[in-house]
Every structure is written in C-alpha cells, then in structure tokens.
C-alpha cells in the first residue's frame, strides 16, 4: 500500500523558503493551529508531508512518539517541524522553544535530525528557528 502512495514533492528541501514553500499551501490559511512535519531523504527530498496534530485557535498538542514513529516509517533521516499561529504573530512562545528542543533531544538519541522549525502565518510570512540560529 505505502509503495502505491505518491512521494509528496521531487525536489530538494535545502532552505527554509522552499520548505514555506511546501507547506504554505495547507497552512497559511488555517483559522486553527495545527502541527505538521515534512520527512527527508538523506537527499533532503521529501518522503512524505504529515499533519500530526491539528488544535485550537491558540494551541496544539503534539505527540513527540507519533512524530519518530512516522520518520521510522518513512525511513527518514531528517525532519522539518512546523505550525502556524492564526494571529499572526511570528514570535516563538516559550511552549514553542520547549517542544522544539524536546523534539531535537529525542531525534539525537534516534539519528533523525531536526534541521528546522518553521512558524507561519496567515499573512504568508514565517519564522525559521533555523535562519535565526537556533537549530
């Protein structure tokens, strides 16, 4: 069944704009928070693109299991994490932070890489913890 499903995109994620790119669609225009992850190759192609947890206006909760079990799935090797924050404000919360590096810990132990944390916005803009060095 999983060599029937199509590979998401057939280009390589090698920045933070093209990873905005990828899921801006979805995202951008969502009046809900909502968590998701794009799976990586060693190529950096995407495996697969996965919304793992769709919240409230304010809030999502993320399960940091299901996130490794689906990279185990897929084989991949490196993940970028993202959300969005429906007000627009790009600023990362403490929350934010603290899932952020609970998620780099655990993919450590695992040798699956986070290479970035993408927030977006309605206003098709986004923060990169990446880009501002904190990945």
Request: with cysteine; proline share 3%.
């Amino acid at each position: 069944r999983r060599m029937g499903e199509p590979i998401e995109n057939n280009h390589s994620i090698i920045s933070s704009y093209l990873a905005f790119q990828s899921l801006s669609g979805e995202m951008c225009s969502l009046s809900y928070e909502s968590f998701w992850v794009l799976f990586l190759n060693r190529s950096k192609k995407v495996l697969k693109k996965e919304c793992i947890s769709i919240g409230g206006f304010t809030e999502t909760s993320v399960d940091i299991r299901k996130i490794f079990k689906l990279a185990f799935e897929w084989n991949a090797v490196e993940v970028i994490l993202a959300h969005n924050h429906p007000s627009g404000n790009l600023v990362p919360s403490k929350s934010d932070n603290l899932l952020t590096e609970q998620i780099i810990n655990a993919g450590k132990l695992l040798n699956i890489y986070v290479i970035d944390h993408l927030i977006l916005s309605p206003n098709h803009k986004y923060y990169s913890y990446a880009d501002e060095g904190l990945i």
